[in-house]
């Protein structure tokens, strides 16, 4: 089975510009999770979603940030307007229904804000 | 708010040595705790998972301990090689949620031949 597909791998972006980044998780997973890693802070859970409805947004640093996931085989973060403090390497990962919540990562995107 | 520290930070050793890494938590109300290896440049790997009812986990040359009472975790690897080299991560729930992981910095591995 395929993993955790996430798009684009790499992205290099203008301060002000708007991001995308994209998710598929791993079919029959229900538990979707996004989150972001620096040297700084590590890794930091931003947002996570079951069966496709958002859970908890805490970690969201600002209004910046936006979380969707249309479906269950989709999900995007979305940053508007991107800064150049938001570098980071994000990354999702989904867990399945009764796994104990073994999280399978995504190989993550490197968002460089210039 | 739970917090992970991983000790050591850094570890070199030389090829087939038996190697310890700790992980220790704030809170020890921990339901699962995961490890996960990380390569450079690439995502994570799940390594090892302990579940609320267990205490520790082999997979090969790994086995990870869980001890609830005092919040403490390590990662043993057995005759280690130079491919186990990565940072290895571990992660566990946190904020009365069993979802919301929280991760350690990590300990960077390098097994030297």
């Known amino acids: 089975d395929a993993g955790v597909i996430q798009s684009p791998r790499h992205e290099v972006t203008e301060m002000g510009q708007e991001v995308t980044l994209r998710c598929k998780p791993i079919s029959g997973h229900d538990y979707l999770f996004w989150y972001r890693q620096t040297m700084m802070r590590g890794l930091e859970l931003l947002i996570y979603f079951n069966n496709n409805v958002p859970i908890d947004d805490s970690g969201m640093p600002e209004d910046r940030f936006s979380a969707k996931m249309p479906n269950a085989s989709f999900s995007t973060l979305k940053i508007q307007p991107s800064e150049p403090r938001d570098s980071a390497v994000y990354f999702c990962?989904?867990?399945?229904?009764?796994?104990?919540?073994?999280?399978?990562f995504g190989p993550g995107t490197r968002l460089t804000v210039l | 708010k739970q917090e992970v520290t991983q000790i050591p930070a850094a570890l070199s050793v030389p090829e087939g040595e038996n190697l310890v890494l700790n992980c220790s938590f704030t809170d020890s109300a921990i339901y699962n705790l995961q490890w996960f290896r990380q390569d450079p440049g690439k995502g994570l790997t799940s390594l090892l998972l302990i579940q609320s009812s267990q205490r520790e986990q082999t997979s090969g040359r790994l086995n990870a301990s869980l001890d609830k009472s005092s919040g403490r975790s390590t990662l043993y690897i057995a005759a280690s090689q130079p491919g186990d080299s990565a940072t290895y991560l571990c992660a566990g729930n946190s904020g009365g949620s069993n979802y919301k992981l929280t991760f350690g910095k990590g300990t960077l591995l390098t097994v030297n031949p």
């Open positions: 990962a989904s867990s399945r229904p009764g796994g104990g919540n073994e999280q399978f």
